[in-house]
């Protein structure tokens, strides 16, 4: 089809939705990758809306699917006597586990500039979506400090060399101009406080043994030395300039992906540790640093890098008692992970050290060669999140972070050209934002799952397909999650002992969240 009959479709789509289009359904558009999105603009998009409990003895369910569904909400009521389905789902609210801080997204330069690039009031459309009550209500919020590769330049903070003051230390016009009104705009909408936590990719490059942000390098000298210690106070200039504009960090991570800078022809900006290198310049220099600073209540997050180098660099790090006494969690991203086992990775490095919480930082889909960039409507991506987040939760996972929030159809704006997908994906010549069956994915933990929620234990009476994680609210309501990646319904019913049994059927390709008071 011409592209401009489909723009013309486009438009005469939106117009009739205006006069039938019924209030907070999905305005769905099909751009032939599996399932649909659901399109936004200035005066119209879809709400989740807010999410009180049921009356004591009904039960909420919400669910999406492939066929187009999109949190489509209903009720149902407990019965006393089995419903005789074949799958009986116990929960078992005895067996306690960790407890959920929850879910976000990250404000990297692109995505600010594809959010800027709309119009004010479908940009405070998109920032609902992602953070009011109305919305999915995420609580975290990734901020790298200084370029990435979704930049469109190469910069840092402190790009005169020798400054080993920090005096010429000045945030760039992505930070005061782009992110740090978005992040005021969005901590407005957001009903409690958000959680934002930084990245860094790269050293001023004076400070690195290659002399450059991109590619394989580290930092000059050792552990301990000028070099370090005044890329530890990098961190703490970065805290308080964004303080000036009323924002707290919540956390740090030790530096995006120290492999990368080990690698020989890395494409951008990196900077390298080894375990023992991140260890040794978080117990001699970021830790003390930190400890010492008006910010010493800042989580730092080891590793921030993929879960196959668990548990040996968190058993480096953490086995040093200086450096283990600045640490709080360990951060980790998702790629790789076909190889990397949750219950050898991440499970095994819970047990080791219980008291440090794991917490995912980094995700996307449309990263891999084979699978490259943007796929409007891909129902499969969105599997793939819900997929990976039940995943990581059911193996002591705190929380789980995506990567931009927004960006352009072609997965940009990236200056080395790694484009990738995005839950949220702009139009900015139709003024419109496309709603990606990943939002909805995350919508299913983000918007029930409360900071404080506790996994609970869960048994089933036969062997099945679904994939599963229940939770206890702080309010003592209880929230599980189903995940349905075969091509058939599964009928089902959960057992809870203080209410009887609740009826449930989970479509094909389908994502389920069923919440009830258990008072």
């Given amino acids: 089809i011409e592209w401009r009959y489909v723009d013309l479709l486009f438009y005469l789509y939106l117009s009739a939705c205006l006069f039938i289009c019924p209030a907070d359904d999905c305005q769905a558009l099909n751009f032939g990758h599996g399932s649909v999105v ?6 119209y998009c879809d709400s989740v809306s807010r999410t009180g409990l049921p009356d004591p003895g009904q039960f909420l369910s919400y669910v999406s699917s492939k066929t187009g569904s999109r949190l489509v909400k209903s009720q149902g009521q407990f019965q006393k006597n089995s419903t005789g389905a074949a799958l009986r789902i116990t929960l078992n609210p005895s067996q306690k586990y960790q407890r959920i801080k929850g879910f976000g997204g990250a404000m990297t330069d692109a995505a600010a500039m594809n959010i800027l690039s709309l119009s004010s009031r479908a940009q405070d459309q998109l920032l609902r979506q992602y953070f009011s009550p109305d919305g999915i209500e995420y609580r975290f919020v990734r901020v790298p400090m200084a370029s990435c590769d979704f930049s469109t330049r190469l910069y840092t903070y402190a790009d005169t060399p020798g400054d ?10 992505e930070d005061i101009h782009m992110k740090i009104p978005l992040l005021q705009r969005a901590q407005a909408l957001s009903a409690q406080p958000l959680n934002l936590f930084a990245s860094a990719w790269s050293a001023p490059a004076w400070l690195k043994t290659s002399g450059a942000l991109i590619g394989k390098g580290s930092l000059k000298g050792k552990p301990g030395g000028k070099e370090h210690k005044t890329w530890a106070q990098y961190y703490i200039r970065f805290l308080e300039e964004y303080e000036k504009y009323n924002l707290s960090f919540w956390g740090l991570t030790s530096g995006n992906e120290p492999t990368a800078g080990e690698m020989t022809n890395y494409s951008f900006q990196a900077l390298g540790f080894t375990p023992e290198t991140q260890r040794d310049w978080i117990a001699l220099d970021l830790g003390p640093g930190l400890h010492s ?7 730092l997050m080891i590793l ?7 548990p040996h660099w968190a058993k480096v790090v953490l086995s040093d008692v200086q450096a283990a006494r600045y640490v709080h969690g360990i951060g980790f991203h998702w790629y790789l992970n076909n190889i990397a086992p949750p219950g050898i990775t991440l499970t095994t490095t819970h047990h080791l050290y219980p008291e440090y919480f794991l917490f995912a930082t980094e995700a996307c889909a449309g990263w891999s060669p084979l699978d490259r960039g943007v796929r409007l409507g891909s129902w499969d991506r969105a599997e793939d999140y819900a997929h990976d987040i039940i995943q990581d939760l059911n193996d002591f996972v ?5 990567w931009n929030l927004a960006l352009n159809q072609d997965g940009g704006p990236n200056w080395v050209k790694n484009f990738v997908d995005s839950p949220i994906i702009v139009d900015s010549s139709k003024d419109v934002f496309y709603k990606q069956p990943t939002f909805y994915s995350m919508a299913h933990f983000s918007k029930f799952l409360w900071e404080g929620s506790q996994r609970v234990g869960v048994s089933f009476s036969q062997h099945n397909s679904l994939e599963i994680s229940a939770y206890i609210r702080p309010d003592a309501s209880a929230v599980l999650i189903i995940l349905n990646r075969s091509e058939e ?3 089902f019913e959960v057992w809870d002992q203080t209410l009887g049994f609740l009826p449930g059927s989970a479509p094909p390709h389908s994502i389920l969240t069923l919440l009830w008071s258990r008072r």
């Avoid at 659901?38 to 005066?43: M, P, R, Y």
């Avoid at 080993?164 to 016009?173: G, H, I, K, P, W």
């Avoid at 921030?304 to 668990?310: A, I, P, S, T, V």
Wanted: charged share 20%; glycine share 2%; with cysteine.
């Fill in 38 to 43: 659901c399109v936004c603009n200035a005066t």
């Fill in 398 to 402: 705190t929380g789980w972070t995506d």
């Fill in 304 to 310: 921030d890098d993929n879960r196959l180098l668990l």
């Fill in 489 to 491: 319904e599964v009928q």
């Fill in 293 to 299: 600073s008006s910010f010493p209540q800042t989580r």
């Fill in 164 to 173: 080993y003051d920090l005096q010429n230390f000045t945030l760039a016009e």
